[in-house]
């Protein structure tokens, strides 16, 4: 037989019962003469050396070869300390402190475990933690990162599992009192008075990673109208329709969608105070969106839904569904009561204006919060944890439309841990949401509303960030949400009319009249 064609054959041979830890079996009584000049590169077979393992289909499987495991063995040493440091040198960069025992010996780190005169090396930015108790390995962590990503019920709301921190009120300089080293995990005192508590294999996900290309190329804006009632000159209503000419006609629906479109949101007026007229008036755009809080919504805070919007607590400037791969487009409320008590205002951000702001504040934040990407997750409800198939970054710019930006996904509470970055972007990316988190906190970025029965609010949710005022009393909501896709086929159908936004299916010129610039 040709070597080469037999080489072939045996690349592609997988015998029943053939030991999976030799790499190789011949079926064959009379191939040994021909293959002693063969020689095999798979790196299982290497270890073997120059045997080679026979097995005659007559007779029974080789068994368990106790010599041959124990050549094994001998033959692939383990990787020396030298060749570990070079593969992953954060594995070995723990600085020993001289920990004196009653012998005055210098102990190592298994052998401190639980012992307060334990630390580890910190610098200004990182700190130096263990992450197996066994091997003596550890690894650096951004303290800012480490002091935001505590686990405890302080940090992490113990029923929603969404973040509860403030993490843009963590100090700059936050620094790290003591460090204690347990069996399964590592106690950190922080500057703060915080004590955080990390289990080893929850730290040994982390890792150092090359950084990203953050890219500079300049970011565009789509032209629109900002409301801004603090600004001189501008206007002093909001955007607004009534539900009536909604109802009446397609012109009607089309005014309310171009103020949706144009401003970000829009108030209808004049909402009959009752679900089923709301439910109405949504479906004038499209079909409700059904998602794990269900379709239509009509609810109170009761916690039926283990979320933060389903209490009475204050909620800070946020996108909905960033847990999602693709987040619903607009959302609606409706506030059918409000008895026994007061508060509730509903607030508004421009997260385009506040990217413009951003952009003339600093390119390089921006451009951080537009290339490194993360974690977003919903999990508070035991049957199901909600997560994009891919991680997402802040803003979202259009890649074939000149990276004009089309989408902001911003919402602290949800945002997962992210592991697969290097310390740079861990700098990089929390020096920018906090820029950005400034911005959007700043008093003439804010729109405050008391929504009243009878007014129905409609927002851009890929654009316009919301929140509330703490309430007291029961409030009864209802309203739903719109798909990005049937919010734009209607728009642009409305718009443009059917024949004109078939012509243009997949034009990417960037002018006035092009439907497929509507995004």
């Not at 072939?8 to 021909?34: D, E, H, Q, W």
């Not at 007229?277 to 059904?290: F, G, N, P, Y």
């Not at 413009?356 to 290339?371: D, I």
């Amino acid at each position: 037989m040709n070597r080469l064609a037999l080489y072939g054959a045996l690349s592609s041979l997988k015998p029943a019962g053939t030991p999976r830890k030799y790499g190789i079996c011949l079926v064959s009584r009379n191939v040994s003469t021909a293959l002693r000049p063969l020689t095999l590169s798979s790196p299982r077979v290497r270890a073997i050396g120059p045997q080679l393992l026979r097995w005659n289909s007559s007779q029974e499987p080789l068994p368990e070869q106790k010599v041959l495991k124990q050549e094994l063995k001998e033959e692939v040493p383990p990787p020396k300390q030298e060749e570990r440091k070079q593969e992953d040198p954060l594995r070995f960069s723990v600085k020993r402190d001289v920990a004196e025992g009653p012998s005055g010996e210098r102990n190592n780190l298994s052998s401190l475990a639980g012992k307060p005169a334990f630390s580890l090396h910190t610098g200004e930015k990182t700190v130096t933690l263990p992450v197996n108790r066994f091997e003596n390995s550890s690894r650096a962590f951004l303290k800012w990162w480490l002091r935001d990503n505590c686990q405890c019920d302080k940090c992490v709301h113990p029923s929603t599992r969404q973040r509860i921190v403030d993490t843009f009120s963590i100090p700059d300089d936050i620094g790290v009192k003591d460090i204690s080293n347990g069996r399964s995990q590592v106690t950190v005192t922080w500057s703060d008075g915080h004590v955080s508590s990390y289990n080893h294999s929850w730290l040994a996900q982390g890792g150092r990673r090359a950084p990203t290309s953050l890219g500079e190329y300049p970011l565009r804006f789509r032209k629109g109208m900002t409301y801004n009632p603090k600004h001189e000159g501008n206007v002093k209503e909001m955007p607004s329709v009534s539900y009536s000419e909604v109802m009446a006609n397609d012109a009607g629906v089309l005014k309310w969608l171009e103020r949706i479109y144009d401003w970000g949101f829009c108030l209808v007026r004049d909402t009959p105070i009752n679900p089923e007229c709301t439910e109405a008036l949504l479906r004038r755009i499209a079909h409700i969106r059904h998602t794990h809080y269900g379709g239509f919504w009509d609810f109170t805070a009761d916690m039926s839904f283990k979320d933060t919007a389903y209490t009475n607590e204050a909620l800070g400037a946020h996108t909905d569904n960033t847990y999602f791969t693709d987040p619903a487009r607009l959302q609606l409320f409706h506030m059918l009561s409000h008895t026994d008590g007061d508060g509730g205002a509903t607030l508004l951000v421009d997260g385009f204006r506040a990217a413009r702001r951003l952009y003339a504040e600093s390119k390089q934040n921006l451009n951080h919060l537009r290339n490194i990407r993360q974690p977003f997750h919903a999990s508070g409800n035991e049957d199901s944890i909600y997560q994009p198939v891919e991680q997402q970054v802040v803003l979202r710019a259009h890649a074939q439309f000149k990276h004009r930006l089309y989408q902001v996904r911003w919402n602290n509470y949800d945002r997962a841990v992210k592991w697969n970055w290097s310390l740079e972007e861990q700098e990089a990316w929390y020096k920018a949401a906090k820029h950005f988190n400034d911005i959007i906190h700043r008093e003439d970025m804010e729109i405050w509303t008391q929504l009243q029965p009878g007014t129905a609010l409609i927002f851009d949710n890929w654009r316009m960030l919301h929140g509330r005022s703490a309430f007291t009393g029961k409030r009864r909501m209802c309203g739903g949400y719109i798909s990005n896709d049937d919010f734009l086929s209607r728009y642009r159908v409305l718009k443009f009319g059917r024949d004109h936004v078939l012509r243009r299916l997949g034009d990417l010129r960037d002018y006035p009249t092009n439907p497929s610039c509507i995004f």
